[in-house]
C-alpha cells in the first residue's frame, strides 16, 4: 500500500477520482493511493460534505481489491482499516484515540477524522474498494459549528506534523491488517475493532427517532450494525437509524 502514489494539487473528491480511474479500466495497481493538497467537494458518509483546510490536512483514497471477502463479511474492512488509523495515529498520540462506529476516528469526544469506503461488488464478493479517509492533521482552526465537535492533531499536539511520515505510516498499518483480513484473522479484527470503540461497555444517551433512550454498546456485527443493550435486550441498529448524545 502506497508504492504508487498519485499526488493531486486540486480535485473535488480524491474518492470520486479514484473511482473514475476504476471505472475507465484504468489498470492501476492495488495499493495505490490518490492524495490531494485541495479537496473542494470531499464528501463524508452520508451524505454529508468533509471541509479540510487546504494543504493542511489529509485527505486520501487507496484502491485495494478484496476480492476473497465475501459481502456477509464486508464491514470487516471497515473494521480493518479503522484499527490502522488508530494505531498510526498512536505514534503521534498516546491517549484519547478511539473509533467512533462505523468509523470515525475520535480524540476523546471530538472528530479527529473519518473513513468512507465505497465498494464495486461483483457476483457475492468485493470488486474494488475505494478507501477514502480524511484526517484533521495542521489545520489549526474549525467555524464556529465545528468547533466543539472536531480536533486536529496540531491543537492536540501544539506543533504540526509531516504530512508525509504520517502517510507512510497510515499506510504501513494499512498494509498489516489488510493481510490480517486476507488471512482470515477476523476474530482478532473484531476482538480489536470493539476495544477500540468509542463508548464501548459505557451507559450513554442516544436518540432513536426523536426518542432518547440509555443503552450500552455491546459490539458491531460482520455487516455493521450496532448492537445495543437497552434494559436487558440487545438491540441491532444500522447507520442512519441511531445517534451519540455527546453532551448529556
Ligand atoms: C466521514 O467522516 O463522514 C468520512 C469523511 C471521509 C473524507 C475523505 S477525504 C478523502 C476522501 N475523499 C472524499 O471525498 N471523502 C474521503
Redesign the pocket.
Known amino acids: 500500500v502506497g508504492q504508487n502514489r498519485i499526488k493531486l494539487l486540486a480535485v473535488d473528491?480524491?474518492?470520486?477520482f479514484l473511482k473514475n480511474l476504476v471505472s475507465k479500466s484504468e489498470p492501476l495497481p492495488e495499493g495505490t493511493v490518490i492524495m490531494a493538497d485541495d479537496?473542494f467537494a470531499?464528501?463524508?458518509?452520508q451524505e454529508?460534505t468533509?471541509h479540510?483546510e487546504p494543504g493542511k490536512n489529509l485527505?486520501?483514497?487507496i484502491l485495494l481489491k478484496p476480492k476473497f471477502l465475501s459481502l456477509d463479511k464486508q464491514f470487516l474492512l471497515n473494521m480493518a482499516i479503522s484499527i490502522a488509523i488508530n494505531k498510526a495515529l498512536t505514534f503521534y498520540v498516546a491517549n484519547g484515540i478511539s473509533i467512533k462506529w462505523p468509523n470515525?476516528i475520535y480524540y476523546f469526544d471530538k472528530k479527529l477524522?473519518?473513513?468512507?469506503i465505497e465498494n464495486s461488488v461483483t457476483g457475492n464478493t468485493i470488486k474494488t474498494a475505494v478507501i477514502?479517509?480524511?484526517l484533521n492533521i495542521n489545520q489549526q482552526e474549525f467555524s464556529e459549528e465545528l468547533k466543539s465537535k472536531a480536533t486536529s492533531l496540531h491543537q492536540i499536539l501544539q506543533q504540526d506534523v509531516n504530512l508525509d511520515e504520517l502517510l507512510v505510516e497510515i499506510c504501513s498499518q494499512i498494509e498489516s491488517l489488510y493481510l490480517l483480513l486476507k488471512a482470515g484473522n477476523y476474530t482478532f479484527l473484531r476482538k480489536t475493532y470493539v476495544e477500540k470503540l468509542y463508548k464501548f461497555e459505557k451507559p450513554s444517551i442516544y436518540r432513536q427517532n426523536g426518542e432518547l433512550f440509555e443503552g450500552t454498546i455491546k459490539g458491531v456485527t460482520d455487516l455493521g450494525l450496532l448492537n445495543v443493550e437497552q434494559n436487558g435486550k440487545i438491540k441491532e441498529y444500522n447507520f442512519k437509524e441511531i445517534e451519540f448524545l455527546n453532551h448529556t
Do not use: M, Y
Not at 13 to 16: E, F, G, K
Open positions: 473528491s480524491t474518492n470520486n479537496q470531499g464528501r463524508g458518509q454529508n468533509w479540510a485527505t486520501i483514497s470515525d477524522g473519518g473513513v468512507l477514502g479517509i480524511g
